[in-house]
Structure formats: structure tokens, C-alpha cells
């Protein structure tokens, strides 16, 4: 299974990405999806899941109204939506795969993207 992101870029705050992540091989419509981030200096956090119908959708509070995960199972994709973005924003973005209906935590995702630079400038 590979995952590949992509949409990352620089951007000035206040303004939007959409980020990507296309999975290949393996059963993307039975994977639970995650996005997480890691700003320079610091460990990796969990951003948003997505369960495996879409049905359960989970933030981290610093982002919470501010992106929207989806999927599209027939693209074999998962989208983070990040808007009103902010410089502490600013970061390699992840996508992770996780062989469970829901997200179990970022302990139990099988499988990693590269990731994706965000930088946002003030």
C-alpha cells in the first residue's frame, strides 16, 4: 500500500488548501484515513480522521471549523480542506492509512505517507 499527498504549498494566512492523499494497492474502502502534521521541531500530531463510510469524522481542536476531511472511495482519495489557515499551521502534512471501520488512534495506522509542506506566512 502507498500513499501519496500532495496539495501542499506556501500560502499567505487567511487563505485555503486542499490537500490530497492517493492511496494505491491494498482495500483503500476499508481503511479508516488520518491526517496528521508535524511543524519544524516538534513531534507529529494527529489533525483529522475519517472513517471507513465516511459516517465519523474527527478534528483536533486547533483546527476545528477551520478543515473538513472527506473521501472518495471510488478515487481511492482522502481530502483535508484547511481554511482561514495561520501560520502555526505551518507544516509537513501526513496521510496514514489504518485497517479499522474507525480511527483507533495514531498508534495503530498501518501505513504512512511522505508528506506534504504547508507553510503559511504571516
Known amino acids: 500500500v502507498q500513499l501519496q499527498a500532495s496539495g501542499g504549498g506556501l500560502v499567505q494566512a487567511g487563505g485555503s488548501l486542499r490537500l490530497s492523499c492517493a492511496v494505491s494497492g491494498g482495500t483503500f474502502s476499508s481503511y479508516a484515513m488520518a491526517w496528521f502534521r508535524q511543524a519544524p521541531g516538534k513531534e507529529r500530531d494527529f489533525v483529522a480522521a475519517?472513517?471507513?463510510?465516511?459516517?465519523?469524522?474527527s478534528y483536533t481542536s486547533s483546527v476545528k471549523g477551520r478543515a473538513t476531511i472527506s473521501r472518495n472511495n471510488a478515487e481511492r482519495t482522502v481530502y483535508l480542506q484547511m481554511n482561514s489557515l495561520k501560520p502555526e499551521d505551518t507544516a509537513v502534512y501526513y496521510c496514514?492509512?489504518?485497517?479499522?471501520?474507525?480511527?483507533?488512534?495514531?498508534?495503530?495506522?498501518?501505513?504512512w505517507g511522505k508528506g506534504t509542506l504547508v507553510t503559511v506566512s504571516s
Open positions: 496514514a492509512a489504518q485497517r479499522r471501520t474507525y480511527y483507533e488512534g495514531h498508534r495503530a495506522m498501518d501505513y
Open positions: 475519517i472513517s471507513v463510510g465516511a459516517s465519523s469524522v
